[in-house]
């Protein structure tokens, strides 16, 4: 095949049994990636088990483009059951990892059953070997890298792997690969940790077959120009995120402490990160065959060194009230160096910042902890604590809601969260159709997506990016953060070009966010390596087919309308200060823009369930005769 | 034509591998880094990162190991080229290279040697860094690439024993 390397690697643990299955009969249907991967976790889960039953299918999913000489074509999907929300888990990692995968001959791979000890893959070149990780378990991810490499003889050898925090099960552990490359999200390091597996390891020789070579390396070499070009991509390669921090601090984007308020002018005023920038960045890094680089490689003397990007600059900042960026840095590379989630484990901080903060609890609930807005101590406490499930970090590591359950119900209605997860760090109240899209989104928290950055342009220049969302949209309120119309359709719009990106294997933020803001140039890319000669709605078209039957697994696992909801404190605290002071989530508009949106989707708008009707025009018949009953 | 160089200058790679692969989709039709003839070598938890690539070397050691004089200089270019039909694959060239960076195919062994994609090298159009360019030979250009080469051994050091940036 062209694309694909045309092998799905299915490995049990249990029986030590490894076997393969051809990738291409799901290709028309599910492209790759992401969309291949709901297709394989809504076939191999057992509905009824889960998140830590051995049958948890684990699933790594590459796409077509992963590994080619394609800009930004270095990203993996995994997904399983989450033992956050107990629906399906999904996250997305870059680095370098996926492309090897694919030369050493594997498209995806799915991994159940539990090993009884700790063990660690080793894939190369098609030969794959379930190998003892006795010697691993206790080392942090940057040690366990190393300590493959040097065991198998090859500094090039590319691992994905957990940290102590996965091997004890703490629900939010993430997968890191290289310094800070991390499958963040819903837990996949706790599921991983479940079935005693420490790392994968992957080598290969083999290469990435394409259809039309001289006319790709033509096109391609134009794409990485215009990437390089891009006022994004020079902004994200010279400062990072850091010049961007305070900007959406000022729009009122991004939460102050547990999404208590806005407009934190302390933040706003004396924000340190591109001082922190200019001292401690080595250099900023992409991933593989990536021109823009929007991570930055910190080398700090007393800390550490690694990368990082995006969330963590709010995370360790903003939402803990912190303005010290060494703690900032300490806090981040502790996260994945333990392998935890630093979104989720910022917001644990944060809520029990806010608990201590409203005398819901004292230092004796936090082990003679003080947990202060913004102090250093706390900040860094919890996490090593959370990490080694010592004490109250014991009680966080089940997740916020079991913990705040111990502290008592006044703790439990200040819980912020959607569908199990803390809300990814964007404030909803004065952006409606990103409140939307958190809502309805497959686990609380899809962005950024397309139509939400449209909001947040609005700031920059509201006449033009009106005129925009006219032209893309059909409306100009789409553009406008505060109006709750027009925006269902973008959202629809969005949810499915961020998937084209998802099912190739290639970088949504550099396509369909922000230098190729919609599915034409993937789609172009698509068909240059994989021979195919698809239209870009026959991608899109796979993308609803993905949509839905995401849909569905969640469906099956108990998801209706009700569950497409926002904290409570988004309808009822509105925003002290700032440009958008006095906004709030209306509930019945809010409402209302989900009628729109399940109507657009063709899902029944009491259940929120896709009809039959829609399932099978979509050729997923078999799924609405499972679920919807026969 | 004036003969033409690649100078690396190691401190600005970010590690991509953008030159290898599409070095190896420019030549061999297919995306594999493995089959580059130019190689990132890598030090990921440190943030170094070494692009390889041939010296061009005044007396080539490739050239004067090779018993079947397959290894020659292109007088169009100056790069040093493995003629296919004469080559009998004994890796001489592979071992003598004083900078390894004489390649070889992972999968049949055929030996792979930067050519300067005559004269317009296609890993210089798109590193993201510009730490590979291409000038012209002369004698500033020389004093270059000689000083960035300097600068190799002292990352390789720093790599190895950890130190971090002042």
Redesign the interface.
């Known amino acids: 095949m062209n694309g694909w390397v045309g092998s799905i690697l299915k490995i049990d643990l249990t029986a030590g049994k490894i076997t393969t299955e051809p990738t291409e009969p799901y290709v028309e249907d599910y492209i790759g990636g992401r969309g291949l991967g709901v297709r394989l976790i809504y076939d191999h889960y057992v509905p009824g088990t889960n998140a830590f039953d051995p049958s948890n299918p684990l699933i790594f999913n590459t796409g077509p483009l992963t590994g080619s000489a394609v800009p930004g074509s270095g990203r993996v999907d995994v997904t399983a059951l989450s033992p956050m929300s107990n629906l399906r888990a999904k996250s997305n990692f870059g680095g370098y990892w996926g492309p090897e995968l694919k030369y050493a001959g594997y498209d995806h791979i799915v991994i159940q059953g539990k090993s009884e000890k700790p063990c660690y893959l080793w894939i190369k070149d098609g030969q794959v070997e379930i190998r003892d990780a006795e010697k691993l378990w206790g080392m942090d991810t940057f040690e366990t890298q190393k300590a493959i490499q040097n065991e198998l003889g090859d500094p090039e050898i590319k691992v994905v792997c957990i940290g102590p925090a996965g091997e004890r099960l703490v629900q939010f552990a993430c997968l890191i690969t290289e310094t800070g490359d991390a499958a963040g999200r819903t837990g996949m390091g706790a599921v991983m940790g479940g079935k005693n597996l420490k790392a994968i390891a992957v080598r290969g020789s083999g290469g990435v077959n394409v259809a039309r070579p001289e006319e790709l390396l033509e096109v391609s070499i134009k794409v990485n120009r215009e990437i390089r070009e891009n006022p994004a991509y020079l902004e994200l390669a010279n400062w990072g995120v850091s010049r961007s921090i305070p900007m959406m601090y000022e729009h009122s984007f991004f939460p102050v402490g547990y999404f208590e308020d806005v407009c934190w002018e302390d933040i706003i005023k004396n924000y340190q990160g591109i001082e922190f920038m200019e001292k401690y960045q080595l250099k900023s890094l992409g991933c593989f065959n990536c021109p823009g680089r929007c991570m930055s490689f910190f080398s700090h003397a007393d800390i550490g060194k690694g990368v990082t990007s995006c969330e963590p600059f709010s995370g360790f900042t903003g939402a803990v009230w912190n303005l010290d960026m060494d703690v900032f840095w300490e806090a981040t590379l502790l996260c994945n160096r333990m392998g935890i989630d630093g979104t989720e484990t910022s917001a644990c901080i944060g809520l029990l910042m806010e608990l201590y903060h409203d005398n819901i609890i004292t230092p004796g609930d936090t082990d003679d902890i003080i947990m202060d807005r913004g102090s250093k101590e706390a900040i860094l406490t919890t996490i090593r604590k959370i990490a080694g499930r010592e004490g109250y970090g014991d009680l966080l590591a089940r997740g916020q809601m079991a913990a705040a359950e111990k502290f008592g119900p006044e703790a439990v209605e200040k819980v912020d969260q959607i569908k199990g997860l803390a809300p990814h760090a964007y404030e909803y109240r004065a952006y409606k159709g990103t409140g939307l899209i958190a809502a309805v989104g497959h686990r609380g928290d899809p962005l950024p997506l397309r139509s939400s950055l449209l909001e947040f342009d609005w700031n920059m220049s509201a006449e033009w990016f009106q005129q925009v969302a006219r032209e893309k949209y059909g409306s100009e309120d789409a553009a406008i953060p505060t109006s709750y119309k027009g925006k269902a359709l973008p959202a629809f719009i969005s949810e499915h070009m961020e998937r084209v990106a998802d099912n190739l294997g290639i970088c949504k933020w550099i396509y369909t966010l922000f230098v190729y803001e919609d599915a034409e140039m993937p789609t172009r890319l698509f068909n240059l390596v994989t021979g195919k000669d698809w239209e870009i709605d026959k991608l899109l078209k796979v993308s609803e087919r993905v949509r839905n039957l995401e849909r569905m697994f969640d469906v099956r696992q108990g998801l209706r309308r009700a569950d497409d909801t926002l904290p409570k404190k988004f309808f009822e605290q509105a925003l002290s200060k700032g440009k958008f002071k006095g906004e709030v989530m209306d509930k019945e508009k809010f409402e209302q823009m989900k009628d729109e949106y399940y109507d657009l989707r063709g899902w029944d708008k009491v259940s929120g369930i896709p009809t039959r009707e829609k399932l099978e025009e979509l050729g997923l018949g078999d799924v609405a005769d499972e679920v919807l009953g026969l | 034509m004036a003969f033409k160089t690649l100078i690396i200058d190691a401190e600005?790679c970010?590690?991509?591998?953008?030159c290898e692969?599409?070095c190896?989709?420019?030549h061999?039709?297919?995306?594999?880094?493995?089959?580059g003839r130019v190689h990132v070598v890598?030090w990921?938890?440190?943030?170094i990162f070494v692009p390889i690539n041939c010296m061009r070397c005044d007396a080539p050691a490739c050239e004067l190991t090779c018993p079947k004089q397959a290894t020659f200089r292109n007088y169009a270019t100056g790069a040093m080229e493995v003629d296919p039909y004469r080559c009998i694959g004994c890796l001489s060239c592979v071992f003598a290279c004083p900078f390894g960076a004489t390649f070889v195919d992972?999968?049949n062994g055929r030996v792979l040697k930067c050519d300067l994609c005559d004269g317009d090298p296609?890993c210089v159009?798109?590193c993201?860094?510009g730490a590979i360019t291409c000038e012209e030979v002369s004698r500033d250009t020389y004093l270059k690439l000689i000083e960035k080469a300097e600068r190799i051994p002292q990352l390789v050091k720093q790599a190895l024993g950890g130190r971090?940036?002042k």
């Open positions: 600005k970010s590690g991509c591998r953008a692969t599409y190896s989709l420019k061999e039709q297919v995306c594999n880094p493995a089959k890598k990921e938890q440190e943030g992972p999968k296609t159009k798109v993201p860094t971090v940036k």
